[in-house]
Each structure stands twice: as C-alpha cells, then as structure tokens.
C-alpha cells in the first residue's frame, strides 16, 4: 500500500451505510465485509480520498488516541482493507471533488 497518495475505495468496490455500521463489497461479491463504529467512520472518510495523515489525525481524535497509537489503528486497518482488494491510491493532487481522476 503506497502512502504517499489519497486513499479511496477501489474501482468496483460498493458500499451501503446505515447508523451504525458500512457494508462493503466487491463488485463481483467475492470479497465483502462488515465494518461497525470507528472502522465504519474511517471509511467514510475514504469517500473523500483523504491522505493517510488526514486519516490518522482524524481517527485518533474520533478514538481518543495518543499519536502513535492512533498511526498504528488506522494503518492496520489500511493495510487490512488493502490486503482485502478494497482500496487503491490516487496521487495527490489527480482527485476532483467529484471522486473522478484528472
């Protein structure tokens, strides 16, 4: 997983939100998870393509964490989401409000 992009869902990735939690698949239904609570609003926040520094700022005020704590929740959750096939990164600066690629 590169880190010097934003992160944002992969291409053919759906997702569907209620209250509380945020169900994601793949488009071909292969892959899919669940995600409740904090990983729930940390992938909200991909919709977005915030970068990874943004993630950690925001995840460890939502959780209450320490910094270092804080890097090491969200980039495990990161790499867990991008070991599943779920997330590409789009260099900084090539993302439109929209979502779309320049």
Do not use: C, N
């Amino acid at each position: 997983m590169s880190t010097s992009g934003a992160l944002r869902p992969r291409a053919g990735i759906a997702w569907a939100t209620d209250a509380r939690r945020v169900v994601v698949a793949s488009a071909d239904g292969r892959r899919a998870q669940v995600l409740e609570d904090a990983d729930a609003t940390i992938w909200s926040w991909l919709q977005v393509s915030l970068s990874e520094q943004r993630l950690v700022a925001m995840g460890g005020a939502l959780l209450g964490l320490e910094p270092t704590e804080a890097t090491e929740h969200v980039r495990a959750r990161l790499h867990a989401w991008d070991d599943a096939g779920l997330l590409e990164t789009v260099p900084e600066g090539d993302l439109r409000l929209d979502g779309e690629v320049r």
